[in-house]
């Protein structure tokens, strides 16, 4: 019997930390709403967006991307800008080890 509690015990810790320690993109980023950055790389494991720019430093470069997170907070919709045109859009799954992948 007490050889369980401290099972138990131990297994409910373990949980708790890692619960506390996750970081999600919902934590960090409100879904729906658009994000400016200087640069992105899906094959970064685990995926980080990076330095979020100002609307004024948006429009300093040549070349940026908007990525809009999901509601779910299991997906980001990733827009590429050139000269202020959009480039092309594309749809990332954020995978429970928050490496992308292309759906």
């Known amino acids: 019997m007490l050889k369980s509690k401290h099972i138990f015990v131990t297994l409910f810790l373990l949980t708790l930390s ?3 320690s996750a970081d999600t993109l919902t934590d960090r980023f409100t879904p729906g709403t658009q994000y400016y950055f200087s640069d ?6 685990p995926w980080k967006p990076g330095q979020h720019l100002n609307i004024e430093e ?3 470069n040549y070349q940026y991307y908007m990525i809009v997170f999901g509601q779910d907070g299991k997906s980001i919709t990733v827009n ?7 480039q092309e859009s594309e749809n990332y799954l954020v995978l429970p080890d928050n490496s992308l992948q292309k759906k």
């Open 40 to 45: 992105f790389n899906p094959g970064q494991q």
């Open 18 to 20: 890692a619960t506390i």
């Open 58 to 60: 948006v429009f300093k």
């Open 80 to 86: 590429k800008y050139l000269r202020g045109n959009r």
